[in-house]
């Protein structure tokens, strides 16, 4: 279409076809920049979705890190006597519920 208006412009043929040429042209550019228009917004959100999912495995990766880090960093002794520690006051607390549930109101009268 620009071979269209170029010639337009330079043979000069009658004003109501000049016009006609014109006008069609400006359609055409109208419709050209609409197709742009929209294929830059596709790629610009696809973009959007990129940089987002990148963020987001970077984060990720940064947890795996600290975890990975601090599971290096752990010290055995230290929390095998935690183990201990947590196992001994759950058999405790289920010594007590056993010893709760297990009574009755005709033991508790005697």
């Known amino acids: ?53 990148r963020d987001e495995n970077e984060a990720q990766v940064l947890v795996a890190r600290k975890t990975l880090s601090s599971l290096r960093d752990t010290d055995l002794a230290e929390a095998i006597s935690q183990l201990t520690l947590e196992q001994t ?3 405790a607390a289920q010594a007590v519920f056993a010893r709760i549930t297990s009574s009755s109101l005709f033991n508790f009268l005697k």
């Not at 000069?12 to 920049?33: F, G, H, K, W």
């Not at 609409?34 to 959007?48: A, E, P």
């Open 1 to 53: 279409m620009v071979s269209n208006l170029a010639d337009t412009l330079r043979n000069a043929p009658t004003d109501a076809v000049r016009a006609a040429n014109i006008a069609q042209s400006l359609v055409d550019l109208d419709a050209a920049l609409d197709v742009s228009l929209n294929i830059r917004t596709t790629v610009g959100g696809k973009l959007n979705a990129i940089e987002s999912q």
């Open 89 to 91: 006051t759950l058999d």
